[in-house]
T-cell receptor, first 113, second 112 residues
Framework: NAGVTQTPKFQVLKTGQSMTLQCAQD?????MSWYRQDPGMGLRLIHY???????DQGEVPNGYNVSRSTTEDFPLRLLSAAPSQTSVYFC????????????FGSGTQLSVL | EDKVVQSPLSLVVHEGDTVTLNCSYE??????LLWYKQEKKAPTFLFML????IEKKSGRLSSILDKKELFSILNITATQTGDSAVYLC????????????FGTGTRLTIIP
C-alpha cells in the first residue's frame, strides 16, 4: 500500500500565483485533512473532510480552498499565494471522524517569494 | 484555548542513554493523547493514550498518561541513532479529529 501520497514534494511560487497541492490515499479512509507546519509552532489544521462531498474549515483556512469529490483525493488550492503561506504542508487521513490516529503524507515544502 | 507544551525543546544524548520527553496540556474535555515520531518528513504514529489506556509500551519505547496532573511522558531506553527525530505530542478533545492540538515537538539527537 502506498498510504498517503502528496505531490509535489517541493514548490516555489511567486506572490499572487495559484497552485494545487495533491493528496491521495489508498486506505479507504473517510477522514482527510491538511495541516501546515511552521518553525516554533505545532501542526495547524487548515481544512478537513469527513467524507466525499463534505469539507469544513480548520484553524487557519484563509487563502486556501479544498474539495472532496472522491474518497481517495483531497486537493488543497492556494488561490493567490502570499509569503505568509511559505510552510511545509501535510495531508493526513484516518479511518473516520473521531479516529485520531492519523496517517501523514511525506509533505510539501512550499516557498512563496 | 487548548494548549500543548512539550519539553525540552531539544535534547542531545549518547547512544545507549535513556531519555524522557515531556508533554503537558490544557484542553477542555480531554479525549486522547497521541505521540508521533517525525524523522525526515512525515510524522508516524507511536502511541495513543486515553482514559482507558494510560500506559503503553512498544519495545524500547513506553509512555504514560497522568490525567490528574495533565501530562504525559515518553521514555526511550537504550537509545539508538535511529531514534533521532522530532517527537510530537498531540491532544484530542471532545469528539472530532479537528480538535487535535499539536505541541511544537522535542528534537532528539543521538550521538553514536
Amino acid at each position: 500500500n502506498a498510504g498517503v501520497t502528496q505531490t509535489p514534494k517541493f514548490q516555489v511560487l511567486k506572490t499572487g500565483q495559484s497552485m494545487t497541492l495533491q493528496c491521495a490515499q489508498d486506505m479507504n479512509h473517510e477522514y482527510m485533512s491538511w495541516y501546515r507546519q511552521d518553525p516554533g509552532m505545532g501542526l495547524r489544521l487548515i481544512h478537513y473532510s469527513v467524507g466525499a462531498g463534505i469539507t469544513d474549515q480548520g484553524e487557519v483556512p484563509n487563502g486556501y480552498n479544498v474539495s472532496r469529490s472522491t474518497t481517495e483525493d483531497f486537493p488543497l488550492r492556494l488561490l493567490s499565494a502570499a509569503p505568509s503561506q511559505t510552510s511545509v504542508y501535510f495531508c493526513a487521513s484516518s479511518y473516520g471522524y473521531g479516529d485520531e490516529k492519523l496517517f501523514f503524507g511525506s509533505g510539501t515544502q512550499l516557498s512563496v517569494l | 484555548e487548548d494548549k500543548v507544551v512539550q519539553s525540552p525543546l531539544s535534547l542531545v544524548v549518547h547512544e545507549g542513554d535513556t531519555v524522557t520527553l515531556n508533554c503537558s496540556y490544557e484542553v477542555t474535555n480531554f479525549r486522547s493523547l497521541l505521540w508521533y515520531k517525525q524523522e525526515k518528513k512525515a510524522p508516524t504514529f507511536l502511541f495513543m493514550l486515553t482514559s482507558s489506556g494510560i500506559e503503553k509500551k512498544s519495545g524500547r519505547l513506553s509512555s504514560i498518561l497522568d490525567k490528574k496532573e495533565l501530562f504525559s511522558i515518553l521514555n526511550i531506553t537504550a537509545t539508538q541513532t535511529g531514534d533521532s527525530a522530532v517527537y510530537l505530542c498531540a491532544v484530542g478533545a471532545n469528539f472530532g479529529n479537528e480538535k487535535l492540538t499539536f505541541g511544537t515537538g522535542t528534537r532528539l539527537t543521538i550521538i553514536p
